[in-house]
Structures are given as structure tokens and as C-alpha cells.
């Protein structure tokens, strides 16, 4: 029999994976170096670790919504990354995007408990 636990945890990483690039995107309107976002993440509840943040960050790249810098100032160099102006764009768009799911989703939820679509019962 299948553990309901189990079963949510793999569903709601599932999930995740969408509010990442979201989270990735809303922290990248001033210059990050790529763990800087982790505990940046991790504080505003959506976890993260290096290994799934770093190929991430190198996709968002190649798809043009992020610019990248190198700092070798450092002892450490660091890879910066910002969004670009087309990232900027993509971002406002799947935040708008984002909304509307989540009024659909209340809406569907709402009536699953018996309640009616707009929130009255």
C-alpha cells in the first residue's frame, strides 16, 4: 500500500520545480552570485540546494533571461548573475500567469469543499 506521505512528498516536488524558476527569477533584479540565493531562498520558504540551483541558473542563461558577470576581485571568483531585460519580461509575464492559477486552483478547491466559486457558502 502506498504511504500517503511518500506519495505527497513526490507530488509536491513535482510541483516545486515551476516555483523555483519563479523564486530563481524574483531575486535576480539585483546581481546574485549562485549561492547567494540558496539561504536567500531558504529564508522566504522555498528550499533549494546548489545542485539543483546552479544547472538552473545556467538554463535560465542559455534561454536569455539571465546575464551573467564573473568578479575575480575576490580570492574566490564568482559567477553574477542578473536578469536581463528579457528575463525581466518573461518574469512579469509568468508572475501574471502565476495569479491567475492561483485564483483557479482556490476556485476549484473552494468547490471541492462544497463552498461556491467565488468563495461565499
Not at 504511504?3 to 512528498?9: A, C, G, S
Not at 531575486?27 to 547567494?36: F, I, K, N, R, T
Request: net charge negative.
Amino acid at each position: 500500500m502506498a504511504d500517503v506521505n511518500e506519495t505527497i512528498n513526490g507530488l509536491l516536488s513535482e510541483l516545486r520545480r515551476g516555483t523555483i524558476v519563479i523564486g530563481v527569477l524574483s531575486q535576480l533584479s539585483e546581481p546574485q552570485y549562485g549561492y547567494s540565493l540558496v539561504p536567500v531562498l531558504g529564508e522566504k520558504g522555498l528550499a533549494v540546494d546548489a545542485g539543483t540551483l546552479y544547472p538552473l541558473l545556467r538554463r535560465l542563461e542559455k534561454q536569455e533571461l539571465l546575464e551573467s558577470k564573473w568578479d575575480t576581485n575576490e580570492a574566490r571568483p564568482r559567477k553574477y548573475y542578473l536578469l536581463s531585460p528579457f528575463g525581466r519580461e518573461v518574469y512579469e509575464g509568468l508572475c501574471l500567469e502565476w495569479r491567475k492559477l492561483i485564483i483557479s486552483m482556490e476556485a476549484i478547491m473552494d468547490e471541492d469543499k462544497g463552498g461556491e466559486p467565488d468563495g461565499s457558502d
